[in-house]
């Protein structure tokens, strides 16, 4: 039998459209997170909050939640010199999603970058494919362990450190994964790319020749970037494409920061983003539960 979290996949291209879920770092600054510090730690110190997180987001109307995993490989995790919990850390957090999901609920396991430049860019101490292949492969094991039903690498900025990620989950589980990239809005060219200067036609097509099942963006921008981005590439693929892009820009007043797009003014933009083609959506940094329940109406209004 297939794993459960191949229903994701079936039912978008069935054609029904699926909610992802919002941000954490705000919510988890809210309750406490100190500047700086780790957030994959409160997987064990404080699993009522992250709990109380993925709870919001199913409640909000999101089909799908991911794990407060973002940075939890030993890569990222050693910057905290906690490498060593990397197993610990990242099979709690799937846990405490998969605690709270309904029946109909899926988990995703959060698959953040390393933070660590590829080793063709980097001037010294790059990381080779190998190291990141080992590197994800550790974590995607441990959110295997914790009962997760699909992978989602996110906010990659490097195509180098996406595909070795997509591999990685492939080698460890037969899950769907899913494969989103951060693009910056070149305004001057009036066009989307990644960091490295890749087009969004160029990200579906070697995110999904790696093996990702659905690809997409999330992170960067506002939804109005998140629509020209999937309509470019919808023109390369036919495969389920999602979007979660940020709440619009950081705007930041002394030390707090709020986000451009409150839920009303970011679900307006919905409906042109599944016009583009989009079949799963939710939004990332500056959105919260309000945001996402919001969006889950305009994606439940369409349903004919
Ligand atoms: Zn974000």
């Not at 362990?145 to 460890?172: L, N, S």
């Not at 709440?247 to 679900?267: F, S």
Request: glycine content about 10%; overall charge negative; proline content about 6%.
């Amino acid at each position: 039998m297939k794993p459960r979290g191949w229903e994701i996949v079936e039912r978008v291209k069935a054609g029904e459209t699926l909610v992802f879920d919002g941000g954490y770092g705000t919510m988890l600054f809210a309750a406490g997170l100190l500047n700086g510090a780790c957030p994959e730690v409160w997987n064990d110190t404080h699993p009522d909050v992250v709990r109380g997180i993925h709870r919001g987001y199913y409640e909000a109307g999101s089909h799908l939640v991911e794990t407060n995993t973002f940075g939890g490989t030993r890569l990222k995790l050693n910057e905290y010199k906690i490498g060593d919990r990397t197993r610990e850390l990242n099979v709690k957090g799937a846990r405490l999603a998969r605690a709270v999901a309904p029946p109909t609920g899926y988990v995703a396991g959060s698959i953040g970058p390393t933070s660590r430049l590829p080793v063709d860019y980097a001037l010294d101490e790059g990381v080779t494919d190998e190291e990141y292949e080992a590197t994800f492969k550790e974590q995607a094991e441990a959110l295997v362990e914790g009962g997760v039903d699909v992978f989602a690498v996110e906010t990659m900025m490097f195509p180098q450190e996406a595909t070795a990620a997509i591999r990685a989950c492939k080698a460890v589980a037969d899950l769907p994964v899913m494969a989103t990239m951060f693009f910056q809005f070149e305004e001057m060219h009036d066009r989307d790319r990644t960091m490295w200067g890749e087009s969004p036609g160029d990200v579906a097509r070697s995110l999904l020749a790696a093996g990702a099942d659905v690809v997409g963006m999330n992170c960067g921008r506002g939804p109005d970037r998140a629509i020209v981005i999937i309509r470019e590439m919808r023109k390369v693929t036919d495969a389920p494409l999602v979007a979660y892009p940020n709440a619009g820009l950081p705007i930041t007043t002394g030390d707090t920061v709020t986000y451009e797009l409150g839920p009303e003014a970011m679900a307006q933009e919905y409906p042109a983003l599944l016009d583009a083609g989009c079949n799963i959506v939710g939004a990332c940094c500056g959105s919260n539960p309000e945001h996402i329940r919001r969006i889950a109406e305009v994606v439940r209004s369409r349903k004919k």
